[in-house]
């Protein structure tokens, strides 16, 4: 089983703050996933990515395929940022989630 | 309609009685996934399908839980004499076939055991 880690588990920010939330897997994955989870339960998929680095707006996600790592970064923070962070890898047809990094960003 | 669908979005049961929650892809999807997720947690994969044919199952879904895509559109997650541990948001998702394929996830179905 691929094991997912998120750090940090919350998150609060000033509105304007670059924030950085890391994700960590335990074994090879075809694919790393961020996903933003709002109150209520929906899950909207931000970023699918295998290599590198993708960008979209004011999110940025990385991957390091060797050390097994990425990293979503939100420039700019605002307060509609506010929800629950979630990173998937993937490996076949296989998901596997992480806990989740509550952000809340404060005006 | 674009997106995926699920009904009903909140159910509250008393232990025992059976519920069955639907979840309709989006049209042109043909994978479907189940997860389950309880608070502070995230999503647990929980069963697939491509097409009409369930190809995973989780160690989670027990032999209480069933789930069918009989004509490979809508699916129906079914929980049998329910616990007060089903209490979780099940949540669907669809994609297109292929690997890694990004999943579109639907609002999720509240389910409270009392």
């Known amino acids: 089983k691929n094991e997912v880690e998120q750090s940090p588990q919350n998150l609060t920010a000033q509105e304007g703050e670059f924030i950085t939330i890391n994700c960590s897997y335990s074994?090879?994955?075809?694919?790393l996933h961020w996903l933003q989870q709002h109150p209520g339960g929906g899950i909207v998929s931000l970023f699918m990515?295998?290599?590198g680095k993708k960008k979209h707006g004011r999110l940025i996600a990385t991957i390091n395929i060797q050390e097994k790592h990425s990293s979503l970064h939100i420039t700019a923070s605002h307060p509609r940022d506010s929800a629950v962070y979630i990173c998937?890898?993937?490996?076949?047809?296989?998901?596997?989630f992480g806990t989740g990094t509550s952000l809340t960003v404060i005006p | 309609d674009t997106g995926v669908s699920q009904d009903p979005r909140h159910k509250i049961t008393k232990r025992g009685q059976n519920v069955t929650f639907r979840c309709d892809p989006i049209?042109?999807?043909?994978?479907l996934y189940w997860y389950r997720q309880t608070l502070g947690q995230g999503p647990e994969f929980l069963t697939y399908?491509?097409?009409?044919?369930?190809?995973?199952k989780s160690r989670l879904l027990s032999d209480r839980f069933s789930a069918e895509r009989p004509k490979g559109s809508f699916s129906t997650l079914e929980i049998q004499r329910t616990e007060q541990g089903d209490s979780a948001m099940y949540l669907c998702?669809?994609?297109?076939?292929?690997?890694?394929?990004?999943?579109?996830f639907g609002p999720g179905t509240r389910l409270t055991v009392l």
């Open positions: 998937a890898s993937s490996a076949g047809n296989q998901f596997y």
């Open positions: 074994v090879g994955i075809s694919a």
């Open positions: 990515l295998s290599s």
């Open positions: 049209s042109e999807h043909n994978r």
């Open positions: 399908f491509q097409n009409e044919a369930q190809l995973e």
């Open positions: 998702a669809s994609s297109v076939t292929g690997t890694d394929n990004e999943q579109f």
